[in-house]
T-cell receptor, first 116, second 113 residues
Framework: NAGVTQTPKFQVLKTGQSMTLQCAQDMNHNSMYWYRQDPGMGLRLIYY???????DKGEVPNGYNVSRLNKREFSLRLESAAPSQTSVYFC???????????????FGEGSRLTVL | GNSVTQMEGPVTLSEEAFLTINCTYT??????LFWYVQYPGEGLQLLLK?????DKGSNKGFEATYRKETTSFHLEKGSVQVSDSAVYFC????????????FGAGTRLFVKA
């Protein structure tokens, strides 16, 4: 099983450019999440999708949009990148509120984004 | 709101030393508690978990006990190895919060041979 797959792994953008981070999971999970990781701040939730067809804001949603394309895929879009969005982005998935439900997250390998 | 506080790092130990990384939490409901580990260049992976008070999670020689009275979930290992060098994150998932997971800031562990 591939688990959670994120693309791209690395990206350099100029301020004002746009891009989309792609995420796919093959574990039939209901819920998917986007986190950003910054030094000394742990992981902060940007957006999440509790189930197919729903999305909600997390702790730090400003400057981002998301799309839950289907049950497998959850993309994160930066419409106009800013240097403050330089970070490592992680996609994660979980069973959510159905089935085996202890809140365990399964993570992708991360996408390192630099905005100049 | 829910929050997780863990000890700041980095923590530097010699091989075979005893490890403790402290973690305390605040939650409005009855959360599940987790320790995740992140090796260099990788995503996070679950190390251990506990879903109710007094449960002990264990894996790869690591242990943590869910203490509701002290709202703590400290990570311990009796004898660390160089291969344990990583960043460790304490986290909680609260059903009352829609199962959104809240993470601590992470503690970097260096183990010297």
């Amino acid at each position: 099983n591939a688990g959670v797959t994120q693309t791209p792994k690395f990206q350099v953008l100029k301020t004002g450019q746009s891009m989309t981070l792609q995420c796919a999971q093959d574990m039939n999970h209901n819920s998917m999440y986007w986190y950003r990781q910054d030094p000394g701040m742990g992981l902060r939730l940007i957006y999440y999708s509790a189930s197919e067809g729903t999305t909600d804001k997390g702790e730090v949603p400003n400057g981002y949009n998301v799309s839950r394309l289907n049950k497998r895929e959850f993309s994160l879009r930066l419409e106009s990148a800013a240097p403050s969005q330089t970070s490592v982005y992680f996609c994660a998935s979980s069973y959510g509120n159905r089935g085996p439900n202890t809140g365990e997250l399964f993570f992708g390998e991360g996408s390192r984004l630099t905005v100049l | 709101g829910n929050s997780v506080t863990q000890m700041e790092g980095p923590v530097t130990l010699s091989e075979e030393a005893f490890l403790t990384i402290n973690c305390t939490y605040t939650a409005t409901g009855y959360p599940s508690l987790f320790w995740y580990v992140q090796y260099p260049g990788e995503g996070l992976q679950l190390l251990l978990k506990a879903t109710k008070a007094d449960d002990k999670g264990s894996n790869k020689g690591f242990e943590a006990t869910y203490r509701k009275e002290t709202t703590s979930f400290h990570l311990e290992k009796g004898s660390v190895q160089v291969s344990d060098s990583a960043v460790y994150f304490c986290a909680l998932s609260d059903p009352a919060g829609g199962f959104k997971t809240i993470f601590g800031a992470g503690t970097r562990l260096f183990v010297k041979a």
